[in-house]
């Protein structure tokens, strides 16, 4: 199992790393299959350090977490805890899903943007109301630009990879329709489903 720790604006040393392989290998074993690759990453804000933690399986699914805590140690360790008790949960549907696919997920990247807070605009407006409306002041300002990995999965696949990557949102496409789909998390508990499925023509 190949781990990477990695450090932002964090000096991780090799005792934290050894910690951190050997606590995680441990865990992914026990309850995942032949897992690909994980990285760890360690930052901090004032007092508090924050680990993301993100496991790569060999179906290509993927699962993630995330911890904080007082100190590199208490935080890396219970992202990797979190990290576990996802893999756990899933471990029979794992198990399966391992067994079922021949070959690794595919995937396509697509591109993200990360859109401007609108309240901050209207504020930036109202500093002088004597400007001339924008005919595009409608139109969204983009203030980044990142690339989204989009998997081909079954509806199940994307809500097992939704769960495992805690994720609130889920976009795929169906490996059955061959289209974009969507899940998500509702706010009754429940997962919802998004088919979007052309209008037929009249």
């Known amino acids: 199992m190949k781990i990477k720790v990695t450090g932002k604006q964090v000096d991780v040393g090799a005792a934290l790393t050894r910690h951190v392989e050997e606590k995680l290998t441990e865990a992914v074993s026990k309850h995942a299959h032949r897992p690909v690759e994980a990285t760890v990453t360690l930052s901090r804000e004032a007092h508090l350090f924050t680990c993301d933690c993100s496991a790569h399986l060999s179906t290509g699914l993927t699962a993630q977490s995330s911890g904080e805590g007082a100190d590199a140690y208490a935080a890396c360790d219970r992202a990797i805890n979190r990290l576990e008790k996802q893999l756990r949960r899933y471990k029979?549907?794992?198990?399966?899903?391992?067994?079922?696919?021949?070959?690794?997920?595919?995937?396509?990247?697509?591109?993200?943007?990360?859109?401007?807070?609108?309240?901050?605009?209207?504020?930036?407006?109202?500093?002088?109301?004597?400007?001339?409306?924008?005919?595009?002041?409608?139109?969204?300002?983009?203030?980044?630009?990142?690339?989204?990995?989009?998997?081909?999965?079954?509806?199940?696949?994307?809500?097992?990879?939704?769960?495992?990557?805690?994720?609130?949102?889920?976009?795929?496409?169906?490996?059955?329709?061959?289209?974009?789909?969507?899940?998500?998390r509702r706010k009754d508990g429940n997962i919802g489903w998004i088919d979007p499925t052309p209008a037929s023509s009249s």
């Open 92 to 184: 029979r549907r794992l198990k399966d899903h391992h067994k079922m696919r021949k070959e690794p997920v595919a995937v396509f990247d697509a591109p993200a943007y990360v859109l401007a807070n609108p309240q901050d605009e209207i504020d930036e407006d109202s500093a002088d109301d004597s400007a001339s409306e924008d005919v595009n002041s409608f139109e969204p300002l983009i203030i980044a630009e990142t690339t989204e990995t989009i998997p081909t999965l079954t509806v199940g696949e994307a809500v097992m990879q939704m769960e495992l990557k805690e994720a609130q949102f889920m976009l795929f496409l169906d490996s059955a329709r061959g289209r974009l789909n969507a899940v998500y």
